[in-house]
């Protein structure tokens, strides 16, 4: 592997132009993430979390401030950031084998990307169905798919956008074991973005609670619990609930009617 | 392992059964009609005697070699026709300003009916097979062009971003992208554009040919044998059901990856 790259966004202001003026969806956002840190970010529907990845996925531009990674800034989408989609946006006309192969980089010889593509089938535990179309698999095989096809460039970053949002909770609780087991495997730098602040607490090194619109980070708690975590445990449930009332702090009495 | 596909659902008999009723019927009540002398066998002869023409034809192979010379027209045209309209629907389909400056001439000439190009085809290019070819051309490309376009423009943009992520270059994007994605909406121009280079050749021939399915109905009606025209009224009936039904498994087969389009229908 290449030495690890650092990403650090420095006072970034994100707003669209509409018809009816501007819209700010980020102000002020700060962050430093080290190579090969597990960053999770909850906050509410529409507070902005999906346009800060694609912000750093490169699909969009900075309005104000910047995104550094590996000290330039970021102007393009490219190989070194993966990302993971809430769906799984497969191609149907691939097959499971086929999509993942989609993801690697060109001028690989076939025999070395055959064995690339192999490993990751079972890394992600879908040996046995290389054949199979994407509608012939479920929500969870979808992504972890996703996930497959994200990973064969070997990207130093992983952006996952609520990737198991529409997944069941069982699945769930499945998947983000397996995305722990792949981080670790890969050492490789994850940003999750997700609604589940159970799952924030479970998989991120750090949580970053982000504030509604304009977005922007108004509480950084770091999870100093050691790996694998109980979900249960006081000093699980204690941050859990830190994170909880960051958003529901006002409402805490009364107001239970509904 | 998923690499079997299902098995396909079983249907009664009656299910095959049902589309054969009505035209059953039908012509039961035709002979029905000339048995009883309601019907003037100059005009329309009976079931009976149309299908001893039919026997009569395939003995000879006439018939057979009438359908053969249409056939060959049509697939001469149409892989002209439907090329052209597949190059020039990706060239419009991709790019905006190639499509603005091909706009006002598409749109002035879809509307014009093929069988009106005959009579200027003829005059420019003979009687001979170029003119009747380029008929069958100019009509299977049309929906071709159209079915192109609609599906290349259609094209997710989420894929889009995809490959952009991946970073794909154009031809991969072109291949691999674009045109798998607008597969289900080319294949509906390609059978509404083969459905109309199959109705051109008879068109063409109706008005200058001397051999051709198109050909036997005329010369039948001057010599006045309506069951020799009748039969090859029907005979360009089933073949285009037939050409249809080709172009539908190959469908099938090229689009079952797609749950609407590759499955039963
Ligand atoms: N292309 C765009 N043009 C205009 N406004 C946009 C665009 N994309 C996003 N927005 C607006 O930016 C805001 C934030 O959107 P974003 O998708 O980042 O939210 P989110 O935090 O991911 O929400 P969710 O949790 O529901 O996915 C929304 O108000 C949305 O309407
Ligand atoms: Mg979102």
Not at chain 2, 217 to 232: F, K, T, W
Request: charge should be positive; charged fraction near 20%; aromatic fraction near 8%.
């Amino acid at each position: 592997m290449t030495k690890p790259m650092s990403l650090k966004i420095e006072n970034l202001t994100k707003h669209y132009s509409l018809p009816q003026g501007d819209l700010a969806v980020l102000t002020g956002v700060d962050l430093t993430v080290q190579p090969g840190e597990f960053i999770s970010i909850v906050g509410a529907s529409g507070c902005g979390k999906s346009t800060l990845l694609r912000l750093i996925g490169g699909l969009e531009q900075v309005s104000e401030g910047r995104i550094l990674f590996d000290e330039t800034p970021i102007q393009n989408p490219g190989l070194d950031r993966g990302i993971v989609f809430q769906e799984s946006r497969l191609f149907p006309w691939f097959t499971i084998e086929e999509n993942i192969a989609f993801g690697c980089r060109k001028n690989l010889v076939e025999s070395e990307k055959q064995q690339i593509v192999q490993d990751h089938i079972k890394l992600v535990g879908l040996l046995g169905f290389e054949k199979a179309y994407p509608h012939q698999l479920s929500g969870g095989m979808q992504q972890r798919t996703a996930i497959a096809r994200a990973l064969v460039s070997r990207p130093q970053i992983l952006l996952l956008d609520e990737p198991f949002g529409a997944l069941d909770a069982l699945t769930r609780i499945q998947m983000q074991q397996e995305i722990l087991n792949i981080w670790q495997k890969e050492k490789i730098t994850v940003i999750l973005v997700t609604h589940d602040i159970d799952e924030a607490v479970f998989l991120g090194d750090r949580v970053l609670v982000m504030s509604n619109r304009p977005g922007t980070f108004k509480k950084t708690l770091s999870v100093p619990l050691a790996r694998p975590r109980d979900r249960n445990s006081a000093a699980f449930l204690a941050l859990r609930k830190k994170i909880y009332d960051e958003f529901f702090s006002k409402k805490k009495t009364g107001g239970r009617s509904r | 392992m998923v690499s079997n596909p299902p098995p396909k659902p079983k249907h009664p008999f009656s299910f095959y059964l049902l589309p054969f009723i009505l035209p059953i019927l039908l012509i039961t009540v035709w002979q029905l009609a000339s048995n009883l002398d309601w019907l003037q066998s100059s005009i329309l002869p009976s079931p009976l005697v149309i299908a001893q023409t039919l026997l009569d034809l395939l003995k000879s192979g006439e018939l057979l070699k009438n359908i053969a010379v249409s056939l060959l027209r049509v697939l001469e045209g149409f892989a002209i026709g439907a090329g052209l309209g597949l190059i020039a629907g990706l060239i419009m389909g991709l790019s905006r300003s190639m499509e603005r400056l091909l706009s006002l001439i598409t749109g002035l000439l879809r509307p014009i009916p093929t069988i009106a190009w005959i009579p200027a085809l003829i005059l420019w290019m003979g009687i001979g097979e170029s003119s009747k070819i380029t008929v069958i051309a100019v009509g299977s490309f049309w929906p071709v062009l159209l079915s192109v376009i609609q599906g290349v423009r259609s094209t997710d943009p989420k894929y889009l971003e995809v490959a952009r992520i991946l970073e794909k270059d154009r031809v991969t994007l072109l291949t691999k992208v674009i045109i798998p994605s607008a597969l289900p909406s080319i294949f509906t121009g390609l059978r509404i554009g083969m459905g109309i280079a199959w109705a051109s050749v008879v068109g063409a021939e109706l008005i200058a040919a001397s051999s051709g399915i198109g050909f036997m109905i005329m010369y039948a009606r001057e010599v006045s044998q309506p069951d020799v025209m009748l039969v090859g009224v029907a005979a360009i009936g089933l073949t285009g059901l037939l050409i249809d039904f080709l172009l539908l498994q190959l469908q099938r087969r090229l689009l079952k990856w797609n749950s609407v389009w590759g499955g039963e229908s």
